[in-house]
């Protein structure tokens, strides 16, 4: 597999954004349309740094965005939802299942997910058994994707870069067991670390790894919601990210999900006709 090359910058806040998938393989031969698709997002994220509305740091200082202290004040109710998703924890997915792209980062099963949206895409039938957790979310401006990230015992993310610097991230803390400095996650040259009922919001378009080095489960809130940009820059950014819901690895994460989903709904149903039959 050829590594891609790629080019780095400086942003004002100092540190560097590089363009490129960093950590995930690139296709060994794109096609003239991934091509030229590649390069409209390397020229849109030139732009995304020159036009933020909010600075360009790694990690984000929470008042910034106003909204963040609503999703923290309801955070109990996320936490309450969460936990009846975890009584099947071990049936829900790993993220490589549903995300085939992130294989080249991550292929065991330690790293499970359970996703209400994303891109335009929504799983009616998680939102069923977590309304609280989609009302919440609903108050986030530009809300792209929203799923719980599940860190099990000893899972380490290696250093890696998002696809796309036109969205930011939000973890917010659900799940944080002891001892803290065992788990964490580094963006750029900034380590953080989760704390239950806080937000951390990043840009996960910088180099990043993130780990679970306790002998408990982890899990947060996961969020994309897109970047407080300028004109011009605003409506190119708009336009790529209503395009991505056509692309290739989000039809097959789309597909991907539906057939778990099917298998799962389908499981929960027949263990509720056996126990009303018996």
């Given at each position: 597999m050829k590594h891609e090359a790629?080019?780095?910058?400086?942003?004002?806040?100092g540190a560097t954004q590089t363009f490129s998938t960093e950590g995930i393989a690139p296709m060994e031969r794109p096609s003239l349309i991934t091509r030229v698709l590649m390069g409209i997002v390397a020229w849109a994220e030139k732009l995304n740094l020159k036009y933020s509305k909010v600075g360009n740091p790694p990690v984000y200082d929470n008042a910034t965005f106003p909204w963040v202290a609503e999703i923290?004040?309801?955070?109990?109710l996320i936490r309450a939802e969460l936990d009846k998703v975890l009584q099947r924890q071990?049936?829900?997915?790993?993220?490589?299942e549903i995300s085939t792209d992130v294989q080249t980062i991550s292929k065991d099963t330690r790293w499970k997910t359970f996703f209400l949206a994303g891109y335009g895409l929504t799983s009616e039938q998680n939102i069923k058994q977590c309304p609280e957790t989609w009302r919440i979310v609903q108050k986030i401006p530009g809300l792209k994707t929203a799923m719980f990230s599940?860190?099990?015992?000893?899972?380490h993310l290696p250093p890696h870069r998002g696809p796309?610097?036109?969205v930011l991230r939000l973890h917010l803390g659900l799940i944080v067991p002891e001892p803290r400095d065992k788990l964490g996650i580094r963006v750029d040259k900034q380590i953080c670390h989760w704390e239950e009922g806080k937000a951390l919001v990043f840009d996960d378009a910088?180099?990043?790894?993130?780990?679970?080095?306790?002998?408990k489960t982890r899990v947060v809130l996961f969020v994309d919601f897109v970047k407080p940009l300028r004109f011009p820059a605003n409506l190119i950014n708009w336009l790529l990210l209503?395009?991505?819901?056509?692309t290739p690895f989000i039809r097959e994460g789309l597909d991907n999900h539906k057939e778990w989903e099917k298998r799962f709904y389908a499981q929960a149903e027949a263990l509720r006709n056996s126990r009303a039959a018996s």
């Open positions: 790629h080019t780095t910058t400086a942003t004002t806040d923290e004040r309801e955070w109990h071990e049936e829900l997915p790993s993220f490589h599940i860190f099990e015992p000893g899972k796309y610097n036109g910088y180099n990043h790894e993130a780990w679970n080095h306790t002998d209503n395009i991505a819901v056509f």
